[in-house]
Structure formats: structure tokens, C-alpha cells
């Protein structure tokens, strides 16, 4: 049937449709393996003996090569390393550096963490363990996903070859033969790969942040093994002659315009992840603010030695977390290091210093009422502006804190930022310097004096990032103490010496700050 010209007359797209079949084949297999997959790291088995993964005549074989040898071989920079069995394409390479708690791990480091981590100690050996284990940067399913490529490559290379020779003729706008067909036939599905690795579960709460960042991994790893996997394939071309002399120059710079292709469509993808990665951390870091915080009275009335339970939870979700970034790159692991810390900050910053409704009833003296209904009037418009930007699953700002309040957030703002620096990321820390600013001067004694107009310049250098905006509406909602609660309280406030307001006092700082912003607009 090889001249048979009624038969190609009946599709004269068979390549076309060729394509188009390998591309819906190569959807349905990732899809397959990546719902198998358990979307863990692979593990690195340790091998007594090379030459197991080692062909004939490698330098792991051939234990007889001298230093002669070696030199001779660094001269041939254009042969690629062999490849490894079960991690083809340079699969082998992509290890994990040993973690823990988002540092790398030494057998030295644990002497230096807490007594739960001292030699001996159940966390110490499990640590230790875990440091010992290598790990590979992908899970099981990417070496057959990009297996799958490859050998779908091959097959529908050979399909093309074979509609050649049946005397099959080509577009004419197609000048680089059955090889331009089979580069197109890989980037597709290199394409759909990648896809099919991003869309491979049903709903979003199906995934936590470790398999998510698994996925972004994996698929970050299919582009790293994209020159390996397109020198394989243009050998291989070469080998069994579809790529043609005349054709050869134009081939190879149509495959390199294909690989930046398929490298362009793995990059979003990773992006399109990394977004997805920041998402669920947010979301989960939104859930825990809006439960523990929903009914939290923010009028202590005394004064913690140690964190509010809401911190302690979203550090240690954070330090799961972070963990779990252990496979991606310094760039990305940093990035969303600071997403976190960004996000906790913002909406503690919200928390506390945005508009409340109710907060404007609270503070004012009753004496002076004109001045009550100048304030309602003055901040009604933008109360409204404000409440309506909050997303409705957004927990609205507090309505009332005193100052034992403030300080116990200032505990817990010191408590972040300790665990900020701890993750050995340059600079996380100053994710909370608004916030700690903002906390610090509303327990400064000499805040009264440093919201003078004349002590402008000295409050910002002492608080740059202090905004009064902010500062008027964290006094709205502030409790003041009456005499008697002061006198009850003198010695609380000695011992942590911070700024307690009576109510007049807070309605003449309410004043003079309503003033110099009149006065900037």
C-alpha cells in the first residue's frame, strides 16, 4: 500500500490530526499520573556501586581512566553526561538541599536549638533523620510524564516518516520536512504536560501548600529538563536520517525557536502556581485571623508576659509552612516568605488602625458635643469609603483596645518578628516595622509631645513609618481610664512603663492630630 493514493487522499491533514491526537494522548496520561501521584518528593536510593547506573565506557565504569584521561575528556564540552536510568534528561541531578525549619541542616545546628532539639532527645533523632534523607526536587510522576514525551516523540516521528515515504506531501510553507512536524508534535505536548500538571486536581481544597509547591516543583523541573530531552530527540533525528542536509541549519534553529517556546509555556505555568502557592497560604492564614480573632476582647485591662494564642497558631502554620517551600528556588521560597509576613502585617495594621463604625461613640466626652458631631461629620464619608473596600470575609478593624491591650499586641509583633529572623531570609522582619511602629509609639510616653506641630521632624525620625491617619483612628477606638481605674491600675503601668490616656486626654490628642490634618490637605 505504499503508493496507494486513494487511501492519503482521504485525509490529506493526517499529520494534523496526527498532532492533534498526541497532544489530547499526552493530556490524559499527566492527568492519569499526576492523580496517582502522592505528590511527595522523590527519595534518593543510595548505591554502593556505580557502575549500576553507569554504561560501558562512562568514567564511573571504566575504573581504570587516569588523570590523562580525564583531562582529554573535559576537552569534550559538546557530549552530554550518560543518563541515568529512572532520572533521565538530567532528572538526576535536580536534589533538594537538606532543610530544616527553611535553613540548611548540619548536624552542628541542633546543638544550638531549643532543649527539644538536644542530643538524645525523640525531636533531635527524627531531625537528624530527616536531615540525612536526599531527596529529589520532583515526585514520582514527573520521570514518566516526561518519558511519555519522549516516547510519544518517537512515535510520532515514526508515524510521520512513514506518511512520507507512503508519498505524503507537506505544506509548502513547511521547509524543515518531517522534523519540524516532530518539534511541534514536542513542544504541544510538553505544553499540555505542564497543564495538565497545574489543572491535576478537582478543587482547590483539595490541595495544601506542600503538594502545591510539589506541583510548581515538578513542573519547574519538566523545563529544566527541556535542552537535555531536545538533544536527545535531535540526535536521534539525525541517527535514523529525517533530518536532511539541506534542512540541517534551518532544523536546529526551528528546534531552538520551539524549545524557548515550550520553555515560555513551562514558566507560566510555574507563575500561574506560584500564585496559586501564595493563595492557599493566604487564605489559610485569613481563616485563622477571622477564628481567633472574631470575638477577641482587645481591653485587657492587664498586661501578658507571653503571646496571644492567635500568634503562636499562625507561626506555627507559618513554620509548616515555609517547610514546605523546601523544593522551590532561593527566589521563590523568599518571595513567599515575605508574602506571608506582608499579609499577617497588613491585616493586623488593618485590624488595629482601621475606621470602625461603632469606635467614634466610644471615647468622646460627652461635654463636648459639637465637637462629637464635627468628628462624625468629618470622618462619615471616608468610614464608608473604607468598609467598603473590606472584602466581607475580611475580619472588620477592632472597636475598642487600651493600653494593656497595645502592649500585648507589642508582644506579639516582637514574637513575629523574632520568628522572621529566625528563617534566615535577609530583611523578613522589617515585614512588621509599620506595625511595630505603629504599636510602639501608641505605648510611648512622650507621644503627646511628638504629635506637637513642632515636633515633627523628631516623631519622624523616631517613627518613620508612623502615619496619622492611622494615629486618629487607633485613638477613636481607644479606651481611656478614668481616675479611678488609673489609681486601681498605678502599679500595672509602672512596671511596664507605657502610656495610659484618660478620656480628656484622648479627645485633646484627637484634636490636635485632626488639626495637621486639616492642615496638609
Not at 10 to 15: L, T
Not at 134 to 140: C, D, V
Not at 464 to 493: A, C, H, M, T, W
Amino acid at each position: 500500500r505504499r503508493f496507494d493514493k486513494e487511501l492519503l487522499a482521504m485525509d490529506v491533514d493526517i499529520i494534523m490530526t496526527g498532532l492533534k491526537v498526541a497532544q489530547e494522548e499526552q493530556l490524559k496520561i499527566t492527568a492519569k499520573l499526576v492523580n496517582d501521584d502522592r505528590k511527595e518528593p522523590m527519595r534518593i536510593l543510595r548505591r554502593s556501586n556505580p557502575v549500576l547506573s553507569s554504561p560501558r565506557g562512562s568514567p564511573a565504569f571504566d575504573h581504570t581512566t587516569n588523570s590523562t584521561d580525564n583531562d582529554s575528556s573535559t576537552n569534550n564540552k559538546h557530549i552530554p553526561p550518560p543518563e541515568e536510568k529512572n532520572q533521565p534528561f538530567g532528572l538526576s541531578d535536580l536534589k533538594q538541599n537538606n532543610r530544616i525549619n527553611g535553613n540548611d541542616s548540619s548536624e552542628e545546628d541542633h546543638d544550638t536549638l531549643d532543649p527539644n532539639y538536644q542530643r538524645g532527645t525523640l525531636r533531635y533523632i527524627q531531625n537528624m533523620e530527616a536531615s540525612q534523607t536526599s531527596l529529589y526536587k520532583f515526585s514520582s510522576c514527573l520521570p514518566q510524564i516526561i518519558r511519555s514525551i519522549h516516547a510519544r516523540a518517537i512515535t510520532f516521528a515514526a508515524f510521520a516518516l512513514s506518511q512520507e515515504e507512503l508519498g505524503q506531501v507537506f505544506s509548502s510553507n513547511n521547509t524543515r520536512g518531517v522534523a519540524g512536524y516532530v518539534l511541534d508534535c514536542v513542544e504541544e505536548c510538553i505544553a499540555v504536560a505542564a497543564i495538565g500538571m497545574k489543572e491535576g486536581f478537582d478543587h482547590l481544597t483539595e490541595l495544601d501548600v506542600a503538594k502545591a509547591v510539589q506541583i510548581t516543583s515538578n513542573i519547574a523541573c519538566l523545563q529544566s529538563a527541556l535542552p537535555r530531552l531536545y538533544g536527545t530527540l535531535m540526535r536521534g533525528m539525525c541517527h535514523v536520517g529525517i533530518l536532511r542536509a539541506d534542512q540541517l541549519e534551518e532544523t536546529f534553529r526551528y528546534a531552538d525557536q520551539t524549545l524557548k517556546g515550550a520553555d515560555k509555556k513551562c514558566d507560566s505555568e510555574v507563575g500561574a502556581m506560584y500564585a496559586l502557592v501564595y493563595e492557599i497560604c493566604r487564605n489559610k492564614i485569613d481563616n485563622l485571623i477571622n477564628f481567633s480573632l472574631q470575638n477577641f476582647n482587645w481591653v485587657a485591662k492587664s498586661a501578658r508576659k507571653l503571646p496571644n494564642a492567635y500568634c503562636e497558631s499562625l507561626i506555627e502554620y507559618m513554620k509548616f509552612a515555609f517547610t514546605s517551600l523546601s523544593s522551590m528556588d532561593d527566589g521563590s521560597r523568599a518571595g513567599l516568605h515575605f508574602s506571608c509576613c506582608g499579609h499577617i502585617a497588613e491585616r493586623l495594621v488593618i485590624l488595629l488602625s482601621g475606621r470602625s463604625p461603632t469606635a467614634k461613640k466610644l471615647n468622646i466626652n460627652d461635654e463636648d458635643s459639637q465637637f462629637q458631631q464635627q468628628l462624625q461629620n468629618a470622618n462619615s464619608k471616608a468610614m464608608m469609603d473604607d468598609n467598603n473596600n473590606l472584602d466581607e470575609d475580611i475580619l472588620p478593624p477592632m472597636c475598642r483596645i487600651d493600653a494593656f491591650g497595645l502592649k500585648n499586641l507589642s508582644i506579639d509583633v516582637a514574637q513575629f518578628e523574632t520568628f522572621a529572623n529566625s528563617t534566615g531570609v535577609p530583611q523578613l522582619g522589617e515585614c512588621f516595622n509599620e506595625l511595630k511602629g505603629l504599636v510602639n509609639a501608641m505605648l510611648d510616653k512622650d507621644l503627646p509631645l511628638l504629635l506637637q506641630p513642632e515636633n515633627e521632624i523628631a516623631r519622624r525620625r523616631k517613627y518613620p513609618y508612623l502615619n496619622l491617619e492611622k494615629v486618629y483612628n487607633i485613638l477613636e477606638k481607644y479606651v481611656g481610664f478614668g481616675l479611678g481605674d488609673k489609681l486601681i491600675r498605678q502599679s500595672g503601668v509602672k512596671d511596664y512603663d507605657i502610656l495610659v490616656l484618660e478620656k480628656k486626654e484622648i479627645a485633646q490628642l484627637m484634636r490636635l492630630v485632626k488639626q495637621q490634618l486639616e492642615a496638609n490637605n
